[in-house]
């Protein structure tokens, strides 16, 4: 098993910056993928970003590239969402997840789950 414990989430205005982090302990993997989905009120969970533990491949949703940037500290297992130029369009429970091996875009494909920390963008 794997416990995911995020932290992070919070009030922000449009235009701002907010960074969450995800700690992982539990059961250690050579290779695997740490990622960042989302939920908006009304909809349903969407892809955000991923990254790799080796290479330190990433991966990113086009509605937040160019403003969103993940990274990890391998050494601590924790990875890291910096949000910049905050849009209300933001706002939402972001959850981290890990699955074994390779960065990969689809929910279905991540067997770990965070208890998701709230973001809202006030325009």
């Known amino acids: 098993q794997v416990q995911l414990v995020e932290s992070g989430g919070g009030l922000v205005q449009a235009g701002g910056s907010l960074r969450l982090s995800c700690a992982a302990s539990?059961?250690?993997?050579?290779?695997?993928?740490m990622g960042w989905f989302r939920q908006a009120p009304g909809k349903e969970r969407e892809f955000v970003a991923a990254?790799?533990?080796?290479?330190?491949?990433?991966n990113y949703a086009d509605s937040v590239k160019g403003r969103f940037t993940i990274s990890r500290d391998s050494a601590k297992n924790t990875v890291y969402l910096q949000m910049s130029s905050l849009k209300s369009e933001d706002t939402a429970v972001y959850y981290c997840?890990?699955?074994?091996?390779?960065?990969?875009?689809?929910?279905?494909?991540?067997?770990?789950w965070g208890q998701g920390t709230q973001v809202t963008v006030s325009s």
């Open positions: 990254i790799s533990r080796i290479g330190a491949l990433t």
């Open positions: 997840a890990f699955r074994p091996g390779a960065v990969v875009l689809s929910q279905n494909e991540y067997h770990y």
């Open positions: 539990g059961r250690t993997f050579t290779s695997y993928t």
